[in-house]
């Protein structure tokens, strides 16, 4: 299960990159958090290939910011051209602090405040990803009152089982996280972004769960997803172009798990369904 930037060097120390990791943590004391850059700007890469090769120039993999949230990590993404997702105002202001273009920043989370929200603008976030009428007013409020117009998605559930543990399942109808598109509440969200001042509705958003070793979830997630696009494009008139069909993908842990999905496999996979819609 080691990687290939770790090893085992004559001593019997692990090291990580060529690097004894005994005696950086003499140097530097315990506990100590090592990363390989080399290793994060390859796969930065290789999700920014993979997505451009599938769905052209304009695609954008955004790196979860709740995964690791500190100024280094925002600069290298920012190198390597991938937006964020950011679910705080921490992770916002770190996104800042270190210079990451804003306009590339989403900003999730189903239970933002009004202060939450005002210190997103403030700050320059590019999409807010929402998740209720409530939120949509606030944004919209807060937007009418800077005089600007703020880039929404829609966070949507399409009721798929994504079989992993259900503490990481979000795409279920009964989910906290946006509403479901089964019981209409989802059209009615959309209808209430048209109507509200100060918002430009850009796309729809879900995301189904967290350690899923199959692929079939995330096809499934992509024809709701596309059937619902269409049809709230037919009501309202107006065409709904953008699609985020969520992460999720399993990471292999220990040699008791499934192996991990090819994300360059995968992602044309997906790419091959949603031109079939």
Not at 177 to 184: A, E, K
Not at 248 to 273: M, N, W
């Amino acid at each position: 299960m080691l990687y290939s930037h770790l090893s085992v060097n004559a001593f019997g120390h692990l090291t990580l990159g060529g690097a004894d990791t005994v005696a950086l943590a003499k140097k530097y004391g315990t506990p100590l958090y090592l990363l390989g850059e080399d290793v994060i700007r390859g796969m930065c890469r290789l999700w920014k290939r993979t997505m451009e090769s599938a769905y052209g120039t304009d695609a954008l993999p955004l790196y979860a910011s709740k995964a690791l949230s500190f100024k280094g990590i925002y600069r290298i993404v920012a190198e390597e051209g991938l937006g964020v997702d950011c679910v705080s105002p921490g992770e916002i202001h770190t996104a800042h602090a270190a210079g990451f273009p804003m306009e590339k920043v989403f900003f999730h989370g189903n239970n933002k405040t009004d202060a939450d929200i005002s210190f997103a603008m403030d700050a320059g976030v590019g999409v807010i990803v929402a998740d209720s009428p409530e939120e949509l007013c606030a944004i919209g409020r807060e937007a009418v009152q800077r005089g600007t117009v703020q880039s929404v998605f829609l966070r949507v559930t399409p009721g798929i089982d994504p079989h992993t543990h259900k503490k990481i399942t979000t795409g279920t109808v009964d989910s906290k996280f946006g509403l479901p598109i089964s019981t209409g509440q989802a059209m009615e969200l959309v209808g209430t972004a048209l109507s509200t001042d100060g918002i430009r509705l850009d796309g729809i958003h879900a995301h189904i769960g967290s350690q899923i070793f199959e692929i079939a979830p995330f096809l499934q997630a992509v024809d709701c997803l596309t059937d619902f696009a269409v049809l709230a494009s037919v009501v309202t008139g107006l065409p709904i172009r953008e699609l985020i069909v969520g992460g999720g993908f399993g990471v292999r842990y220990t040699e008791k798990d499934p192996p991990s999905l090819d994300p360059r496999e995968s992602v044309h996979r997906i790419a091959r369904e949603l031109d079939k819609q």
